[in-house]
T-cell receptor, first 116, second 113 residues
C-alpha cells in the first residue's frame, strides 16, 4: 500500500518557466511533509518542508503548497533552471508516530528535466 | 557534502553471500536510519536506531539486521543474498529522534549476481 504517491514519473519544463511537482498521500496521520532532490550518484538532499498547520511555505525559488482536505501537496519551482534537473522525492511523516521513530515515507520520485 | 559517510560505495557479490554496509552519521547526530531503493521504487524505510537502541523497524527482511555502535556508527548486515536484494542502500542521520530533516549519505549500491 503506497501511502505517498507521485503519479508523474517525469516532467519536462523550459528554462525560466514554472515547474510543478505533485504528491498525494493517503495516511491522515501524516502531519509533516518534505521534498528532497536527488542527483545521480548522490544521496537525496533536503529541499523544503511544511507542517500541517500551514498551507504554504516558501524558500527562494521553491514553494510548497499543502491541501490537507485533498491530501495533496505540490512543489513549485520558479523560475526553473537547468541545474534543477534532478529526481524530486516527496516524503511525509506522522510527526509523533509510535515509539518516537519519525521515519519518513517516500514517494517514488519525479524526474524533472529543465530544458535550456 | 551531507556529512554522512557510507562504505562501500559499490559492492558486487553472489547469491547466498553475506555483506556488511557501514554508515558514519554526521558529527553529533544520534539517529541513524537505513533505507532501501530498488529499481523504480521510492526509498523504503528499513530500520531506525537512536543512540544505540533500535527505535523502529520498517519493511526489513529477517535476513537483514543492523546495529548502532557506541561511537554511533551503524552497520547493516545482509545475509543469504538474493537477486532481488540488488538495490541502493541509503543511510541517513538526524540529531534527535523526532524533529528535523534527515541527512542522507551517497548510498551503497549492492549488486547480487
Amino acid at each position: 500500500d503506497q501511502q505517498v504517491k507521485q503519479n508523474s514519473p517525469s516532467l519536462s519544463v523550459q528554462e525560466g518557466r514554472i515547474s510543478i511537482l505533485n504528491c498525494d498521500y493517503t495516511n491522515s496521520m501524516f502531519d509533516y511533509f518534505l521534498w528532497y532532490k536527488k542527483y545521480p550518484a548522490e544521496g537525496p538532499t533536503f529541499l523544503i518542508s511544511i507542517s500541517s498547520i500551514k498551507d504554504k511555505n516558501e524558500d527562494g525559488r521553491f514553494t510548497v503548497f499543502l491541501n490537507k482536505s485533498a491530501k495533496h501537496l505540490s512543489l513549485h519551482i520558479v523560475p526553473s533552471q537547468p541545474g534543477d534537473s534532478a529526481v524530486y522525492f516527496c516524503a511525509a511523516s506522522a510527526h509523533f508516530s509510535g515509539a518516537g521513530s519519525y521515519q519518513l515515507t517516500f514517494g517514488k520520485g519525479t524526474k524533472l528535466s529543465v530544458i535550456p | 557534502d551531507s556529512g554522512v559517510t557510507q562504505t562501500p560505495k559499490h559492492l558486487i557479490t553472489a547469491t547466498g553471500q553475506r555483506v556488511t554496509l557501514r554508515c558514519s552519521p554526521r558529527s553529533g547526530d544520534l539517529s541513524v536510519y537505513w533505507y532501501q531503493q530498488s529499481l523504480d521504487q521510492g526509498l523504503q524505510f528499513l530500520i531506525h536506531y537512536y543512540n544505540g537502541e533500535e527505535r523502529a523497524k520498517g519493511n526489513i527482511l529477517e535476513r537483514f539486521s543492523a546495529q548502532q555502535f557506541p561511537d554511533l556508527h551503524s552497520e547493516l548486515n545482509l545475509s543469504s543474498l538474493e537477486l532481488g536484494d540488488s538495490a541502493l542502500y541509503f543511510c541517513a542521520s538526524r540529531r534527535g529522534p523526532l524533529t528535523g530533516e534527515l541527512f542522507f549519505g551517497e548510498g551503497s549500491r549492492l549488486t547480487v549476481l
